[in-house]
């Protein structure tokens, strides 16, 4: 396994975490018994990095892990959990105030069976709770040592420049980590927030790095999702967030690159993120021990520079205005620089 330091931060986890979303999920998740497998296997391979958040299964995920951890060096590994979404019927059991946050992180822990969190994120924007009660609140939690890091997840880029310039403001704990959706078919994040999180030193958790399951290769053009399969329960979300034509003929690139490889659609697709040095970590939701294995594979192995090209050529991805403009106007205000400023890129890593 190899490991990345977590954003700007002194932080070493495993670039693939283990996420915990279909852990007592009904339906397309899996139970007790086949998650305390997979946690065992995972530590064993070297994993180091878990992911939950109190709202997966309604707290069983939490619970879950918990229990499996006891047979496990809890200190050896870094627990990631997050709060934001409603967890009861009261007006405040949801959302970035303080009052919630200090309720919440209380809850985690006792679920999770532990008496500190590594990596405390919230789970998306609250539109009404001023950003520095929220930040003033995550603070307090790293001070108490409930909490050693903060991260955020599916805030916007002008979000996360806001925060940690608040944080920078008053002295407080600033976030290490986005955890935002990207994969090879939904790019958007190349836009705004991942060059946000290269500039504001975050390290980048990719959830749904499969698209659901769609990048297995398992689903087919014009075909109704297979009986039992993720997306068959999920058609509401996952069809018209993934299935496209454009999509399809990535899934269709993968396939020429795997028989070149010997690597499956899988490995290929969670190894294109992670050949983004601004991506710390892949965040797998295996629901079986076999999909785990089969993930791991990608704990060392690489794609060549050429392949993530060609990968990335399939996806048919535009960056869209201002970088647009910028790439036709450029040409009229530089040239002599030794260095041009890339998009996917910050302007000061020249590597
Ligand atoms: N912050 C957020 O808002 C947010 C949102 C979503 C997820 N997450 C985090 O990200 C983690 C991963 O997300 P995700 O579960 O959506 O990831 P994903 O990898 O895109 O999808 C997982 C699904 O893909 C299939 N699969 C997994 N491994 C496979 C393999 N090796 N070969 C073939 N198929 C495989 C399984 O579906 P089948 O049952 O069809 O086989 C599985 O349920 C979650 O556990 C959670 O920790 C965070």
């Given at each position: 396994?190899?490991?990345?330091?977590?954003?700007r931060?002194?932080?070493?986890?495993s670039?693939?975490?283990?996420?915990?979303?279909?852990?007592?999920?009904?339906?397309?998740g899996?139970?007790?018994?086949?998650?305390?497998?997979?946690?065992?296997?995972?530590?064993?391979?070297?994993?180091?990095?878990?992911?939950?958040?109190?709202?997966?299964?309604?707290g069983?995920?939490?619970?879950?892990l918990?229990?499996?951890?006891?047979?496990h060096?809890?200190d050896d590994?870094?627990?990631?959990?997050?709060?934001?979404?409603?967890?009861?019927d009261?007006?405040?059991?949801k959302?970035?105030?303080?009052?919630?946050?200090?309720?919440?992180?209380?809850?985690?822990?006792?679920?999770?069976?532990?008496?500190y969190?590594?990596?405390?994120?919230?789970?998306?924007?609250?539109?009404?709770?001023?950003?520095?009660?929220?930040?003033?609140?995550?603070?307090?939690?790293?001070?108490?040592?409930?909490?050693?890091?903060?991260?955020?997840?599916n805030?916007?880029?002008?979000?996360i420049?806001?925060?940690?310039?608040i944080?920078?403001?008053?002295?407080?704990?600033?976030?290490?980590?986005?955890?935002?959706?990207?994969?090879?078919?939904?790019?958007?994040?190349?836009?705004?927030i991942?060059?946000?999180?290269?500039?504001?030193?975050?390290g980048?958790?990719?959830?749904?790095?499969?698209a659901?399951?769609?990048?297995?290769?398992r689903?087919e053009?014009n075909?109704?999702?297979?009986?039992g399969?993720?997306?068959?329960?999920?058609?509401?979300?996952?069809?018209?967030?993934?299935f496209?034509?454009?999509?399809?003929?990535?899934?269709d690139?993968?396939k020429i690159?795997?028989?070149?490889?010997?690597?499956n659609?899988?490995?290929l697709?969670?190894?294109?993120l992670?050949?983004?040095?601004?991506?710390?970590?892949?965040?797998i939701?295996?629901?079986?021990?076999?999909?785990?294995?089969?993930?791991?594979?990608?704990s060392e192995?690489n794609?060549?520079?050429?392949?993530?090209?060609?990968?990335?050529?399939a996806?048919?991805?535009?960056?869209?205005?201002?970088?647009?403009?910028?790439?036709?106007?450029?040409?009229?205000?530089?040239?002599?620089?030794?260095?041009?400023?890339?998009?996917?890129?910050?302007?000061?890593?020249?590597?």
């Amino acid at each position: 396994m190899n490991y990345r330091y977590l954003g700007r931060s002194g932080l070493l986890v495993s670039r693939i975490c283990l996420g915990t979303m279909n852990f007592g999920m009904k339906d397309w998740g899996c139970d007790k018994q086949v998650s305390s497998k997979i946690i065992g296997e995972f530590i064993e391979s070297g994993g180091n990095f878990i992911d939950t958040a109190d709202v997966y299964s309604d707290g069983i995920s939490e619970e879950m892990l918990g229990i499996a951890l006891r047979d496990h060096q809890r200190d050896d590994l870094v627990i990631a959990t997050k709060s934001w979404f409603r967890m009861g019927d009261s007006p405040n059991s949801k959302g970035l105030s303080r009052k919630y946050i200090l309720e919440a992180v209380e809850n985690s822990m006792r679920r999770l069976k532990t008496d500190y969190i590594d990596l405390y994120q919230v789970h998306g924007p609250d539109w009404f709770t001023p950003m520095e009660e929220t930040m003033r609140a995550l603070d307090d939690l790293v001070r108490q040592g409930k909490v050693r890091y903060i991260g955020c997840s599916n805030y916007y880029g002008w979000q996360i420049v806001k925060a940690n310039a608040i944080a920078e403001h008053y002295g407080l704990e600033r976030f290490i980590s986005g955890q935002h959706l990207y994969n090879i078919v939904r790019r958007d994040i190349e836009r705004e927030i991942l060059p946000a999180c290269a500039d504001q030193g975050l390290g980048l958790l990719c959830w749904s790095p499969l698209a659901s399951g769609f990048l297995s290769g398992r689903y087919e053009r014009n075909q109704a999702p297979p009986e039992g399969s993720r997306i068959s329960y999920r058609k509401n979300i996952d069809i018209p967030r993934y299935f496209s034509d454009a999509a399809f003929d990535v899934v269709d690139e993968l396939k020429i690159i795997s028989n070149e490889t010997n690597k499956n659609l899988t490995q290929l697709s969670l190894a294109w993120l992670l050949y983004d040095q601004r991506v710390t970590s892949v965040i797998i939701g295996p629901r079986t021990v076999e999909q785990l294995n089969d993930s791991l594979h990608v704990s060392e192995w690489n794609l060549s520079p050429e392949q993530h090209e060609r990968l990335a050529n399939a996806s048919n991805f535009s960056q869209g205005y201002p970088m647009e403009w910028v790439d036709s106007s450029y040409a009229n205000i530089s040239g002599i620089e030794e260095f041009s400023p890339g998009h996917f890129r910050h302007p000061m890593d020249r590597n």
